[in-house]
């Protein structure tokens, strides 16, 4: 008897791209197709390309065999409604019924889910979360976000809205962040927020010492900062790069001991671009958040790299279905 | 028909008295019996004193009647072994099975929770919280603690010790909180901290200053200062009084915008002694509350005093039974 091999389509909604791909039920990734996305020119043509990369994919593919489509979507996500609400980065998008739309081309079932969820969804399932019932996924990019893996299952919070770890004030007096509160961890190094708190420091060093590498890679030009140049000076030797580092590990160390006091929870998968950081700036975050969580929860605490990087997303989404 | 009137029997552990009460299935006490407990004598003594308060309560009431023996403990407590660990203020105290010490001198089912999710169940079903599904209770008191209400359920944690709010800090550089962090919230507005912090407070005046009546309240010794003095000294129209009790409400605020990113609830319940605060401590709360936490979460947002006062862990306790 030939056994047929099922699948699901995952879709990927980011404010840059929009990666859909033909995911197996061990999370193997079978086909992909990555579009740029129209962010800026309102829900219909973002629909549009999300509808052009499924039925491209379907297309590909036998489409009997497919079991449905899951979409990781930015923003406050109404899992039951299937609404995606006020997504950060895309132009002219109030609440738009994403399922309904999608369910329009197709008759396969639809399920939508929250960016960040469906990341630490596929962690759990296939990635570093694989071995640990409850676990805080994570992101560290451009901001800071994260969901919360209960028993081996998402938590999405009583309005969808859950795991805002980003938004943990780790200084009541600390520097504004974009949500309006003050000293949020996301405002301290998040993409934009690091590569500025650099900048502040290079500029605040004496004009006698010697110049950072940073300033170096940069051309001069410290608008050209990230996260990226920093680790590169860092690793070519570079103490205040190494320092920045360092003290990001170490502050997101702080948000992440109150977070885990709350939830008594004692493992952390880091994903999003930054957590491919230096070890070091692992051991800084372990430190610091090791001294600072009630001393029961310390012994068993363990901060682990997250393993489906870029895919964890279509690869999250998909298992929606599954 | 003659229908039976059923009660459950419920036990709130404290370090200080052990309460014991009779509670329908409404939450009415129906007789209760409280003693103070002897702490520093170790476990076979507090068991003993547990037993002694049970069976006086049974001897009062018809036994066939009752369903269960609920109790409220201090400490981690891990539900399903029925064990109550290292609660503070309780001398000789590793990992006690308190449970099964308890199901030795009678057939009833017997059931063990913490002390703060206890009360926090107990004004979820009969108190302050009967009207919202997902709640935060807050115990402000010599500590700062509390539960986490979830579709109108406790949500305990992976190894029960979730809900440690008091343990979220607010400072990264903050003042050093007992349990090795600092910033804790609790290391501003627990009882002794906000006592030493008024203490410090007043030590920094001018000495031409008019003196503060909190000064008159102790007849000028500063050890015998506490929150009820304080608030009565702002009562009187004291401005330090007041500024220190608004002060504690902001920073509180602080902490609860945090907790309530990343649980995506909108709604407090304040128990705990202090938590009798005049209504400016309520009002300098939410302003801070609604100001800090993230914008779509704001509208929804409310403050309420709990119901149950001192007899919430034992209606709680009671109500693990029914």
Request: hydrophobic residues 35%; aromatic residues 2%; charged residues 25%.
């Given at each position: 008897m030939k056994r047929t091999k099922t699948f699901?389509?995952?879709?990927?909604?980011?404010?840059?791209?929009?990666?859909?791909?033909?995911?197996?039920?061990?999370?193997?990734?079978?086909?992909?197709?990555?579009?740029?996305?129209k962010a800026s020119k309102g829900p219909p043509a973002v629909i549009q390309q999300i509808i052009f990369t499924i039925q491209h994919m379907l297309g590909?593919?036998?489409?009997?065999?497919?079991?449905?489509?899951?979409?990781?979507?930015?923003?406050?996500v109404s899992v039951e409604e299937g609404l995606v609400k006020h997504p950060p980065n895309f132009a002219k998008w109030g609440e738009v019924p994403l399922a309904k739309?999608?369910?329009k081309i197709t008759d396969l079932p639809v399920f939508l889910e929250n960016d960040a969820n469906v990341a630490a969804i596929a962690e759990a399932k296939f990635g570093a979360g694989a071995d640990y019932k409850h676990f805080l996924f994570v992101i560290w990019g451009s901001g800071v976000g994260g969901g919360i893996i209960l028993d081996k299952k998402i938590y999405q919070g009583p309005y969808g809205g859950a795991g805002e770890i980003g938004h943990v004030s780790i200084d009541y007096n600390g520097p504004l962040c974009n949500c309006g509160n003050r000293g949020c961890i996301e405002a301290y190094i998040g993409q934009r927020y690091l590569s500025q708190r650099?900048?502040?420091?290079?500029?605040?060093?004496p004009h006698n010492a010697k110049p950072s590498k940073i300033?170096?890679?940069?051309?001069?030009?410290?608008?050209?900062?990230?996260p990226y140049i920093i680790s590169m000076a860092a690793e070519q030797g570079d103490h205040i790069a190494r320092e920045i580092l360092e003290d990001a590990g170490?502050?997101?160390?702080?948000?992440l001991a109150s977070v885990l006091n709350v939830l008594d929870i004692r493992v952390v998968v880091m994903g999003g671009g930054i957590?491919?950081?230096?070890?070091?700036?692992y051991a800084a975050m372990e430190t610091s958040l090791r001294s600072r969580i009630l001393k029961p929860n310390r012994a068993a605490i363990r901060i682990v790299r997250a393993k489906l990087g870029n895919s964890a997303g279509m690869i999250g989404a998909a298992s929606l279905v599954m």
């Open positions: 699901a389509i995952g879709v990927d909604l980011g404010g840059t791209s929009i990666k859909t791909g033909v995911v197996d039920k061990k999370g193997k990734i079978l086909d992909q197709i990555t579009v740029d996305s590909r593919h036998k489409e009997a065999e497919c079991k449905g489509i899951g979409i990781g979507a930015p923003g406050v739309a999608i369910r650099t900048k502040d420091i290079l500029h605040s060093q300033i170096e890679f940069v051309e001069g030009n410290l608008k050209k900062i990230d170490k502050l997101l160390g702080c948000a957590s491919a950081a230096p070890q070091y700036v």
